[in-house]
């Protein structure tokens, strides 16, 4: 080495520190970590945190659509491969993982994302993820942040899969749960709704990790696809599989940028969904049909699709929400709905219509949830088992109360956005079989949803109905119909 390239050393023949450089900011990447901890600390949910986020990032970052398409896949793709990725970290630290600062567990999470699920160079992804250390953690945890993802850097997902995860033969519930980033306890409640072997239940979950597409709704009457198709663009927008009001964005975009959904004459809404409206206005009822109800309406997707089938048929619908700031949401959904319709804040469990009031009602109950986890990633870790103990109690009595809403000889559309057995068909069996106690005759029954689904293949033997994302591409939403008989 010549004199020239040698560090200058100080006076004690000592060689100089270097100056301190101060962090760069990446705005992307600082962005992704303000919604995983908006998701951590206040229980939000990303897909309420980041587009808010995003909008600022516009005008004050100057974000372009590469931009927000990276900081909306580092935020979605940590929060679906977090449990896989705690696994990898855990191997890669001398403390159990509960002693990692939470935000400190973040940015190891995000460098973990971009290392083993995304194309970003390794050292791109290493000296991204520090910087991101230094301005929110200090230059000391940094300094862990480094070391930590050098580790993660020296196998990449498969690798570490093999490492971290036990084989099928041994645990086929938790080496499911590692593979594919889910609770082993969510693993085990989709495998007893689904049934069958390794491959139904692997697609399920791969399913589960997969971006869904963004589904509108032409709402019938005010709306139609060819209006949503072309203002998509043909390049970006695919029609429905299955309900002749959807259209799918395929190559994404934002929906709010279009007139119809701006106008209230569109909307977002995920197909399965709609085929639960529609199953509903599609079974037939004896006598007159004049007056329908839902009874869970909020945020207002299902019902405003419900009024406007409804208009159709001069048919007037009454929309409950018990939540008042949820039911200004169906307020704003059924806005300039096209035939008479009424939305009240009120608790369906003591409602405030009189028995027998309906020709059909549409009881979509609150739940786990376990069905949207395409959508909403962070509730897989966010659900306990426990807590459909307490939804239980809840599922049931909306269903009773909707059994008394209706006349004789009217439909209820019982529906849950989730698989998961002890919140669909076991409180349809329970609330069936306790309206037959004692000498009194059982006064419902069981009508088969299956010819009401628009031609949805593999439903099962019904007579309800489980969709699936990884068989029908929508979130799983559950449906039986049921008719009140005496």
Known sequence: MSDQSRPPRSAAGQRQAKPYRRP????????????LRAVDERDAYANLVLP???RKARQTEGFEVRDAA??????????RRQGTYDAVIKACIDRPLREVDPPVLDVLSLGAHQLLGTRIPTHAAVSASVELARVVLGDGRAKFVNAVLRKIAAHDLDGWLELVAPPYEEDAEEHLAVYHSHPRWVVSALWDALGGGRAGIEDLLEADN??????????????????????????SALPGRWSPYAVR?????????LEAVREGRAGVQDEGSQLVAMALAAAPVEGRDERWLDGCAGPGGKAALLGALAAQRGAFLLASEKQPHRARLVERALAGNPGPYQVIAADGTRPPWRPGSFDRVLMDVPCSGLGALRRRPEARWRRRPEDLEGFAPLQRALLREALSA???????????????????????????????????PVDAELIDARPYMAGVPALGDGPDVQLWPHLHGTDAMYLALIRRTG
């Open 406 to 440: 209706v006349r004789v000889g009217g439909v209820v559309g019982y529906a849950t956005c989730s698989p998961h057995l002890a919140e669909t068909r076991v409180v349809v069996d329970d609330v069936l079989r306790g309206r037959g106690a004692g000498a009194s």
């Open 24 to 35: 760069k900011k990446d705005p992307v990447r600082m962005l992704a970590f303000e919604a």
């Open 249 to 257: 964005m395929a190559e994404g975009g934002e929906p709010g940028a």
């Open 210 to 235: 997969e971006r869904p597409e963004v589904t509108l709704v032409a709402r019938p009457g005010r709306s139609t696809t060819e209006e949503l198709l072309a203002a998509v663009g043909e390049d």
């Open 70 to 79: 990276l900081a909306t896949e580092l935020v979605y793709g940590t929060l």
């Open 52 to 54: 808010p986020l995003l």
